[in-house]
DNA sequence: ACTGAACTTAAAA
DNA sequence: TTTTAAGTTCAGT
């Protein structure tokens, strides 16, 4: 079977230069400035910066990279908006981290959770660390929001680092503290 | 094949 | 306040 093939590009906004990667059958990654895949698990881990070795997504590139470049800019100036889950691309993942995501993606704008909350709600309420697992796992940072998740007594972590969980957190009228 | 760590948590020591 | 056990996945050995 032909293995589709990943079409990777930088997406200049007004909060740095994002990456975003398209399959055949979609998103499959979105990535924040600064910010390197690590191979295998853990994207969006923090690593040097790859800007510069790909493309710009164009408008030309097609519904799919014109869609996501407005629903990012839109985003990043405080607009909610989100993409459909169909969009996305999120083959092959292992069962949990995917019924993680999806739960993820249920959590309203400008909400928060908990990684208990966040597990419960992925079918398996004892499994808090793999909730953070997955949320470090998430491929696609902002649509899926990792960010809207919060340890029970601080404001947990994030893979690109907490600057960032905070910044996307205001965009939303949230602060992280607590 | 095992072990430890990872964006945790609640309860026990 | 510190330690521990728990569920899931992956990297290192």
């Not at 999120?90 to 959770?113: D, H, K, M, Q, T």
Request: overall charge positive.
């Amino acid at each position: 079977m032909k293995r589709f093939d990943v079409r990777t590009f930088r997406l200049p906004t007004k909060l740095g230069e994002w990456t975003a990667s398209f399959s055949d059958a979609g998103l499959c990654e979105l990535r924040l400035p600064g910010t390197l895949l690590k191979r295998g698990r853990h994207p969006g881990r923090v690593g040097k910066s790859d800007a510069g070795v790909y493309p710009v997504l164009k408008d030309q590139e097609g519904v799919a990279g014109q869609v996501l470049r407005d629903a990012l800019a839109a985003r990043l100036a405080g607009e909610r908006i989100d993409l459909p889950w169909h969009s996305f691309d999120l083959s092959s993942r292992p069962p949990f981290f995917s019924r993680a995501w999806r739960a993820l993606y249920e959590i309203p704008f400008g909400e928060v959770r908990t990684y208990g909350q966040l597990a419960a709600a992925a079918g398996s309420p004892a499994a808090v660390r793999a909730a953070g697992q997955a949320c470090g796992a998430n491929p696609i940072v902002l649509f899926i929001p990792c960010h809207r998740v919060v340890a029970s007594n601080g404001p947990g972590g994030f893979g690109a680092g907490l600057e960032w969980k905070r910044r996307l957190l205001e965009l939303e009228g949230r602060k992280l503290d607590s």
